[in-house]
């Protein structure tokens, strides 16, 4: 059965570093989605993209993040310079269209020390 | 805005009986999706059921079933014949069907232990 693939599982990052995380969504999936979810805490919207582009963030996702499909595979989202209340689980998501359901990756666990 | 509520910080249930997880929401919209995830200690986000907003019967999978109520904005779910597997957080969670892509709204969960 087809998933949608996260790594690293967990990565420890120092405050200030540049962390990149990695997603492989289905393969036939158009939409991706990005969302965290803070130890103890509810899962938050990042961010959405479809056809190449951004199409919807939300107000988490300020400056310091940056989202590419840079080979028509993989899906990163990049946090320019970590801080603290950076650590949390980061979940990928992709979807075949707007209709279905999303499929979740297993999530990356970002601690920033 | 879009708004989820789970009033129900923890539940628990005996192997083998029924529990019912309330959700309620808050949407201007017309059409919407609703769908119920589990997230078991491993963390991965896992669908559990998911209901259109335009179909008046309610979703059944298996030992899953939901109680929609659209015009109380109400959207639980029930369980039957509990088992330890169950033990996860539940989350519910609201899309539009609005606008280029569908983010989902997640409620702040339940936590449901299944016991012996």
């Known amino acids: 059965e087809p998933e949608v693939t996260q790594t690293p599982s967990h990565q420890v990052t120092q405050m200030g570093q540049e962390v990149i995380l990695r997603c492989v969504p289905i393969s036939n999936h158009l939409y991706f989605y990005w969302y965290r979810q803070i130890l103890g805490q509810k899962v938050e919207f990042l961010v959405s993209f479809y056809n190449n582009e951004i199409s919807e963030k939300s107000e988490i996702f300020d400056d310091q993040f940056s989202v590419e499909r840079p080979d028509g595979s993989n899906f990163t989202l990049k946090i320019r310079s970590t801080k603290l209340e950076d650590s949390a689980m980061y979940f990928c998501?992709?979807?075949?269209?707007?209709?279905?359901?999303?499929?979740f990756g297993q999530g990356t666990r970002l601690t920033v020390v | 805005a879009q708004t989820v509520t789970q009033s129900q910080p923890e539940m628990s249930v005996q192997e083998a009986e029924t529990v019912t997880l309330s959700c309620t929401y808050d949407t201007s919209e017309n059409n919407y999706y609703l769908f119920w995830y589990k997230q078991p200690p491993s963390r991965q986000m896992i669908l559990v059921i998911r209901?259109?907003?335009?179909?008046?019967q309610n979703a059944t999978e298996n030992r899953f079933s939901v109680n929609f109520q659209k015009a109380a904005k109400s959207f639980s779910l029930k369980i039957s014949d509990s088992q330890l597997g169950d033990t996860a957080m539940y989350f519910c969670a609201l899309s539009s069907r609005a606008g280029t892509a569908s983010k989902l709204t997640f409620g702040t969960g339940t936590r449901l232990q299944v016991t012996l």
């Open positions: 209901q259109e907003a335009y179909k008046q």
């Open positions: 998501a992709s979807q075949r269209d707007r209709f279905t359901e999303a499929f």
